[in-house]
């Protein structure tokens, strides 16, 4: 086949999606966008990266600091930020096949003609283990991150998307990552998408 795909890749806090994604994008050949639209962002709008990444799906995010209830509420340079990632992501769908993290790509490329969106969890004592085992981090830290992160993801895909970023009606698959491990999500999922997309064909 042809024709250009994508798929978008959301996830809980320490379920591994990052690397997943990063694995299928190479057992694929294809691109994946992560960090790299923060980073088209800033150059658009000649902001620092860091400016950036304050306003952005982050727990230290200043949008999330402010005096409204967590989720509600906006203002302009939030609205800017989106909007330039907003046009880079359907850029980067148009232009190639790739693998897309977060950044409400799911909800921005909900009318793109091949896409599959991809859902990643874990339950709590494995997102727990894999944050203190890959990531370093000390426990106390790693429960700390877990419960901030999820939280302002999930308010800012409710803020620009209106629903929950793990809802089951705007997703095709939703994979528990502690059930195989990295390597084997990565390749349940190389496989649903090759039979998608007709890629052994």
């Known amino acids: 086949m ?9 996830r ?6 990052r690397p997943i994604a990063k694995q299928v994008s190479e057992m694929l050949g294809i ?7 923060v980073d088209m962002a800033a150059k658009k709008l000649e902001l620092p990266v860091s400016t950036i990444s304050d306003y952005e799906e982050s727990a230290k995010s200043a949008f999330f600091n ?7 509420g906006t203002n302009s340079i939030q609205d800017t930020i989106f909007a330039t990632q ?6 980067l769908a148009e232009k190639e096949s790739c693998i897309i993290v977060g950044r409400c790509a ?7 003609k091949n896409i599959i969106k991809v859902f990643i969890y874990a339950p709590y004592a494995a997102r727990l283990r894999n944050c203190v085992e890959r990531l ?4 106390e830290e790693a429960r700390r991150m877990i419960a901030e992160v999820d939280k302002a993801r999930e308010a800012y895909h409710r803020q620009y998307c209106s629903y929950s970023m793990s809802d089951k009606d705007y997703k095709h698959i939703m994979v ?12 349940v999922l190389v496989d649903i998408i090759k039979k998608k997309f007709y890629l052994n064909k």
């Open 176 to 187: 528990d990552s502690s059930l195989l491990g990295v390597d084997g999500t990565c390749e």
């Open 31 to 37: 691109e994946y966008y992560d960090r790299d639209i």
């Open 66 to 72: 402010m005096s409204y209830p967590l989720g509600m």
């Open 86 to 91: 907003k046009k880079i992501i359907i850029d």
């Open 136 to 139: 370093n981090m000390q426990p």
């Open 2 to 10: 042809s024709d250009k795909f994508v798929v978008t890749i959301a």
């Open 106 to 112: 799911d909800y921005i490329l909900s009318d793109h």
């Open 12 to 17: 809980q806090f320490g379920s591994l999606g």
